[in-house]
Every structure is written in structure tokens, then in C-alpha cells.
């Protein structure tokens, strides 16, 4: 193997892509990462990191572009870190995210069937119902972007394509308020300054809007005026929030909620399920393909208005919910408080009585509820990215249930996660991928499992 050094140039093909989105070329044997460059892409290379086992990096120059590369449509790409594919044309993004969940499965869950669909988007842009946007200081003007990958260095932007134009100008008319007025920017590195971060919520089925203000302080300057001018901006604008955070963190949240003006949530239709959104609820950033996403894990279920459903993992219920109406029963288990109450809301909200939530971990909980004679036929679970635990898995091996549906936010700890069980009696019977995040390189999945016949 040759030993690359920092600063040698060399030329290269990408042969493939990595989960974060970055391409792999190979050097003598030794892997090279290269973010920003395409399959099949042959490139001028300058090394810029060596490790023992691979390179880093960057292109400088490209002798002859990949089939799937095209021109960013971005003027903030690549400095900005939102997105990762926005040099890819989105077929050709939908096939490498496809790649990457069957390789996973392959590779790590030790099966070789293949995903029976790819769900892509309608539009890869404009999807995102929530933004968090942080803001500086250039010279005496407030500005407003994204922080550049993997740092909390601003990157201004007028208008991003991830998101409502609405979001960019509610951004504009806060740089103004900020500017004509003595809120000051917060600053990190002293943990000095009034104005944190301006964070955006919309329903899109409703077009309901939220603003929140996230202060170091209990409130803005010139508070009136700030509420005056947001809701000149538009009338779908039916909540405006001040958040709390005196924290010296890099969490853009507190605990803490005031509405400075209109509602203190708002609302959005999902799978014909109305769910109300506060300032900390979790709810899905792209609500057409989390429709699509849940209709097909509804699909996996199989339910006929007989079975009992566990729902772990569950956050505000969204997925439980919007399925409930064919169960017999659903119980949804969540550890984080705020979201179990919002669950309990919104099944209020919809008249929904064969709903049941929990807080706790989900393996104690199940383990409660299997202990009172309460067992699952189906359970649906939608951990973190981490996975689900072992003593998860261990549960669900020992309770036996008709099906699980498994949905992940990431291909990796799902194909282990379904090696955990396969090793113990499962099967993986098919599974689908859906983009919930174009233009970055998150790709989410549903599987189902069913129980080997002995």
C-alpha cells in the first residue's frame, strides 16, 4: 500500500458513497473519502487528512463528471451545511440512498432480499415544516443562515430551498426588528446577548404558522412591536412564542414557553389525524412523505379492528394515531414526558378512546403491560437512531408478537437491529425505503418481521 501524505494530489474515480454522503475513491488500496463529488466522477484530488487506514480529500479539478452530477441550484451550497446532495441530480440521489439501505441490509443484516420500493419525493424542495435559524452580526447588521457543516459558523442566506419562501421572509422582517431595535445577538463563546435563535413551525395541510423567539432573557425589548411586525408579514401567522433558554449550551430550546400573541399551538392534518403542535413537540419535517411513510407501515401491520398494538418509541403518537381506527387496542410507550402529554391531546383532539400512552422506558413498560396479561399482536417500533436496546429486543423475542414493524432513521442500526432478531427465531419479510430528507443523506426505512414457523 502506498502511504499518501498530506497535500499529494493525485487522480481518482468515486466508486461509491459513504452514509454521510461523502464519495469513496481508492488510492493503492487505501480509501479516500471525498465529500462534494459524485459516483462515477474522476477527479484531480488533493489530499487533505491521512489516517492508518484511509484519506481525506477534495477535489481540485474534475477531469470527467459522474452521469448523476449536476449544477448546485444553490448560491449557498456547499458552504452551508443543510444539505448534502444538491450536486446530484435527485433520481440520482434517490439511487444512491437506495443503494445504501440495501447494502446495509446485506452487509450488516445478513439478508439478501432487496427493498420492494423506493418512496421519493413529489419535490425535493420546499418540504420542511420546521426551521431553526440562528443569527449574527455583520458589521452593525443582523443577519440570519445555517451553520456550515460541522461547525457554528454562519453562513448568511436569503432564501432556503428546503424550505417555505414564507420562513425567509419572517427571517427578514426579525433581522430588521433586531436591527432597529436594543435586542442584542447572543454570543456563544460568552453566553452574553438577548436573541438566540428564531424558530418557524408550519401545518401544511392547515398553513397555520408559528414564530418563536428563543431568548436569553425572560422576553424581547419592544415586545409589541416585534408581535406588530411578524404579523405583518403574513395571516397565516397564528402563533407568535417567546422560548426561554439562559442555558450556556448549544441546545436551541428551554424548557420554558410564553405565547406573546394568538395560540399557544398550532395544527396539522396527518393521515386524516388533526394533531396540535407546540413549540416542543416532535412532528415529522416533511408531512407529505410522512403520510406515505405511515401508510405503508399501516400496510405492514395488516390490521383488521382485532389486534392489540404496541406502539414503542412512540413521541406525540403520530404513526399509533394514525392507524388506531383499525386496531382493537394501542398502546403507545414514549420516555419523554411533554411528548406523552401531547399524545394524550391529540388522541383527545380526535376522539380517539382505544388509545393508550405511557411514560417510560419501552422495555419496562411493554414488560408491565405484558405482565398484566396485556400482550401485543403487532408491535410497531420507531427508536432513535441508536436502535432499539437489547432488552428491547429481548421482549419482543419473548412476547411473540403476529408482526413487528420496525421504522428507523437509520440504515445501519436497523439491519443490525433485524440481524438481533433473525438470530432468534424472525424474519425479514420486506421493506421499504422513503426520503423523507431530500437533498441530504438521511434516508428513512420501514421493515416487517414475522415469527419462523417451528
Known amino acids: 500500500m502506498a502511504l499518501l501524505k498530506k497535500n499529494d494530489i493525485i487522480e481518482a474515480e468515486i466508486e461509491g458513497m459513504t452514509s454521510e454522503g461523502s464519495g469513496v475513491a481508492h488510492y ?10 459524485a459516483p462515477g466522477d474522476v477527479a484531480e484530488l488533493i489530499i487533505i487528512k491521512v489516517t492508518g487506514s484511509y484519506a481525506v480529500g477534495k477535489i481540485k479539478s474534475l477531469i470527467k463528471p459522474g452521469n448523476g452530477r449536476c449544477e448546485p441550484d444553490c448560491p449557498s451550497y456547499p ?22 439501505v440495501n447494502d446495509a441490509m446485506k452487509r450488516i443484516g445478513g439478508v439478501d432480499i432487496q427493498a420492494e420500493e423506493y418512496i421519493s419525493a413529489d419535490s425535493p424542495d420546499r418540504y420542511r415544516n420546521k426551521a431553526q435559524i440562528p443569527y449574527t ?71 397555520e404558522i408559528m414564530v418563536c423567539a428563543v431568548v436569553n432573557a425572560n422576553g424581547l425589548a419592544r415586545e409589541d412591536e416585534y408581535v406588530r411586525r411578524i404579523r405583518a408579514v403574513s395571516p397565516e401567522i397564528k402563533s407568535i412564542v417567546i422560548n426561554v433558554n439562559r442555558e450556556k449550551t448549544n ?42 411513510l405511515y401508510l405503508k407501515a399501516a400496510e405492514y401491520a395488516g390490521l383488521d379492528g382485532s389486534q392489540v398494538v404496541f406502539d414503542l418509541y412512540c413521541g406525540t403518537g403520530t404513526i399509533g394515531l394514525s392507524m388506531a381506527s383499525r386496531a382493537k387496542q394501542l398502546y403507545g410507550i ?4 411533554d411528548a406523552v402529554k401531547n399524545a394524550i391531546r391529540n388522541a383527545e383532539l380526535n376522539g380517539i378512546r382505544n388509545a393508550q400512552f405511557i411514560c417510560g422506558d419501552a422495555h419496562d413498560e411493554a414488560q ?16 432513535p437512531r441508536k436502535g432499539c436496546s437489547e432488552a428491547t429486543v429481548a421482549f419482543l423475542n419473548r412476547t411473540a408478537p403476529e408482526r413487528i414493524v420496525y421504522i428507523s432513521c ?13 438470530a432468534v427465531g424472525w424474519q425479514l419479510q420486506k421493506f421499504t425505503a422513503v426520503d423523507m430528507f431530500p437533498r441530504t443523506a438521511n434516508v428513512e426505512t420501514v421493515c416487517l418481521m414475522s415469527r419462523v414457523e417451528k
Request: aromatic share 10%; proline share 5%; net charge neutral.
Open 28 to 37: 493503492e488500496g487505501m480509501a479516500v473519502f471525498v465529500p462534494h463529488s
Open 79 to 100: 458552504k452551508c451545511g443543510g444539505c448534502t446532495f444538491r450536486h446530484l441530480t435527485y433520481d440520482e440521489e434517490c439511487r444512491v440512498k437506495l443503494t445504501r
Open 137 to 207: 452580526n455583520e458589521g452593525k447588521e443582523a443577519v440570519f443562515g445555517f451553520y456550515a457543516e460541522r461547525s457554528h459558523r454562519i453562513i448568511p442566506f436569503s432564501d432556503c430551498l428546503l424550505q417555505p419562501e414564507i420562513f425567509g421572509a419572517i427571517a427578514h422582517a426579525t433581522a430588521n426588528f433586531l436591527n432597529d431595535t436594543p435586542n442584542d445577538i447572543y454570543d456563544e463563546t460568552t453566553g452574553k446577548g438577548r436573541f438566540r435563535h428564531l424558530y418557524i413551525r408550519r401545518g401544511f395541510a392547515t398553513g
Open 251 to 292: 441546545v436551541i430550546l428551554g424548557s420554558k414557553c410564553r405565547t406573546a400573541w394568538g395560540n399557544d399551538t398550532i395544527r396539522d392534518v396527518l393521515c386524516g389525524v388533526t394533531f396540535e403542535i407546540s413549540p416542543l413537540s416532535f412532528y415529522q419535517v416533511n408531512r407529505a412523505q410522512a403520510e406515505r
Open 334 to 337: 414514549e420516555i419523554v414526558p
Open 368 to 383: 408491565k403491560l405484558k405482565e398484566q396479561g396485556i400482550c401485543p399482536d403487532i408491535v410497531i417500533v420507531d427508536p
Open 410 to 422: 437509520d440504515p445501519a442500526t436497523l439491519a443490525r437491529d433485524v440481524a438481533r432478531l433473525t
